[in-house]
């Protein structure tokens, strides 16, 4: 099995920084693309960044700019590095993970989330 846990979440005010965590550990013979996603109240879950195992970067435009992602492949880890944090970061941010498991080939897995709380 593959367990995704994911640290770094907490409670900010706008305009501070967060760095946010997803080690990946278990049966992996490989990683893919690998990515962060959030979901607010009400809303559906959006992708934030992905960063494939080429180092390929995709951002949603709300975020250009203000957020990084980056990858230890040593360490099965992708990190994402938020600045300037505004209100309409608050959501519950997922980790996800394209795993080869050689036995069963590619997977998709989804790390429990971590809560990010912006102030104003």
């Known amino acids: 099995q593959v367990q995704l846990v994911e640290s770094g979440g907490g409670l900010v005010q706008a305009g501070e920084s967060l760095r946010l965590s997803c080690a990946a550990s278990?049966?992996?013979?490989?990683?893919?693309?690998m990515g962060w996603y959030r979901q607010a109240p009400g809303k559906q879950r959006e992708l934030v960044a992905d960063?494939?195992?080429?180092?390929?970067?995709n951002y949603a435009d709300s975020v250009k700019g203000r957020f990084s992602i980056s990858r230890d492949n040593a360490k099965n880890t992708v990190y994402l590095q938020m600045n300037s944090l505004k209100p309409g970061d608050t959501a519950v941010y997922y980790c996800?993970?394209?795993?080869?498991?050689?036995?069963?080939?590619?997977?998709?897995?989804w790390g429990q989330g971590t809560r990010v709380i912006v102030s104003s």
């Open positions: 278990g049966s992996i013979f490989g990683i893919g693309t």
């Open positions: 996800k993970a394209l795993i080869d498991q050689r036995v069963g080939g590619w997977n998709v897995y």
């Open positions: 960063i494939s195992n080429g180092g390929s970067i």
